[in-house]
């Protein structure tokens, strides 16, 4: 049962995106353009597993969906899923029912239902998708845990939350706001009025100014993202050590960060054979995960303080995982060209994570041999072996290919 606190919070939040809706991007008469990965149930699978997902009649959820801007990819994106978006704002709903009738997105059903009471939907979900919304709730760990429950056995959860960090200077002018405002705090159209006039008048030079100019300017001219940025009644900021509390209490599996290349140690310290070492004995903790990846986690955020959030993978066992280390494994295995990536079949594209990639001749060949996820029939696809042996391609750049996120593989029979 949810406390009269968390209730009240939810009270004001939904009265937020009542006044002011978001997202608030534009309504197309047609599917969104580009792709996120994270929104496509073989490619999240695919990242979290290693592999192709044997099935893709899924059920999808959007916890705290807004005005339905994930919810329309969600829906693009699966052609197969069943989808539901909840949120607590009608006035967010009613925009994400439009969104998605005028885009062709006529596979989804919209819910006014907290994610306190996701327990009360009917079923499970193979993928869960939270971006933006437990960080301003009342209580994140009760929300977690309701989302947990939800989650299918070999599903996953996909979280982005806010990290304390990068927003520093947000926070101070979250502050300086809610104190001009005084007894006016819930009024959201007047603590957008006061936070544009507190920017006007500071100085140029200004830290808070030059942050918001070099970081939010092209985001925050819309009141809607100002509102949400600066005047929100309920936001809670993490750290790695907090994050891990919030994701411990889910009692889920954490599997990784969605934006992995940043949380790469040797990108900030790689010339150091020395610190190098030193970050290896993280390992030798007892037991030596989760506890070293955390700590060297805290170690990259803290050297690299312009994080402003957290994008990563929960998932509830049993889940099998093929990091394809294996050869012979390898070989025997079915590629698909990706299903996110962009400007094929040019030899310069992008991956999924729009980086672009320079192929060189064997990789474009092989890349040109793979089928798509829709080429052909499932018996009629060639394993990497048979692949290989029409291309000059390596079995290294398979899986030099298969990290750039370039094809996903399905184990074939031994």
């Known amino acids: 049962m949810v406390n009269p606190k968390s209730d009240s919070v939810s009270t004001q939040v939904a009265r937020l995106y009542d006044t002011y809706p978001f997202p608030p991007e534009p309504l197309l008469d047609e599917p969104p353009p580009g792709y996120n990965w994270r929104w496509k149930w073989t490619a999240a699978h695919s990242f979290c597993t290693g592999q192709k997902p044997q099935h893709e009649a899924v059920r999808i959820l959007d916890a705290g969906c807004g005005t339905g801007v994930g919810t329309e990819y969600l829906v693009h994106l699966n052609p197969y899923a069943e989808v539901v978006g909840i949120d607590l704002s009608a006035g967010a709903l009613a925009i994400a029912k439009e969104r998605c009738q005028r885009s062709g997105a006529d596979r989804v059903e919209f819910q006014q239902v907290s994610i306190y009471d996701a327990a009360d939907l009917p079923g499970t979900f193979e993928l869960i998708n939270c971006v933006g919304v437990l960080h301003h709730m009342a209580d994140p760990v009760k929300g977690i845990q309701a989302l947990a429950q939800k989650l299918a056995p070999g599903g996953f959860l996909h979280i982005f939350v806010y990290a304390e960090i990068g927003r520093w200077e947000i926070t101070l002018m979250q502050e300086a706001i809610a104190l001009l405002q005084g007894d006016r705090r819930n009024d959201y159209k007047d603590g957008v009025q006061i936070g544009r006039k507190i920017f006007d008048c500071l100085p140029d030079n200004n ?27 309920q ?83 049993p889940m099998s995982r093929t990091d394809w280390s294996d050869d012979i494994e390898l070989l025997h295995a079915i590629p698909e060209r990706h299903p996110c990536m962009d400007g094929w079949p040019s030899q310069a594209i992008f991956n999924a994570d729009y980086q672009v990639i320079q192929l060189n001749e064997p990789e474009w060949a092989f890349l040109d041999a793979c089928p798509n996820e829709t080429d052909t029939a499932e018996g009629d696809r060639k394993t990497v072996q048979h692949l290989l042996e029409s291309t000059a391609l390596s079995i290294d750049g398979v899986r030099k290919l298969f990290e750039q996120r370039l094809i996903i593989l399905s184990s074939g029979s031994l």
């Open 207 to 233: 830290r808070l100014k030059k942050r918001d100019r070099e970081r939010w300017a092209l985001e925050n001219h819309r009141d809607a993202n100002f509102a949400d940025m600066y005047v929100h009644p």
């Open 235 to 317: 936001e809670i900021d993490y750290n790695i050590n907090t994050l891990f509390e919030l994701i411990d209490a889910s009692g889920l599996e954490f599997i990784g960060f969605s934006n992995p290349d940043y949380w790469s140690v040797e990108r900030l310290l790689g010339q150091s054979p020395e610190l190098m070492d030193r970050i290896k004995a993280f390992d030798t903790d007892t037991p030596p995960h989760p506890k070293g990846d955390r700590r060297l986690y805290r170690l990259i955020e803290l050297l690299d303080p312009e994080i402003t959030h957290y994008e990563f993978f929960l998932g509830r066992p």
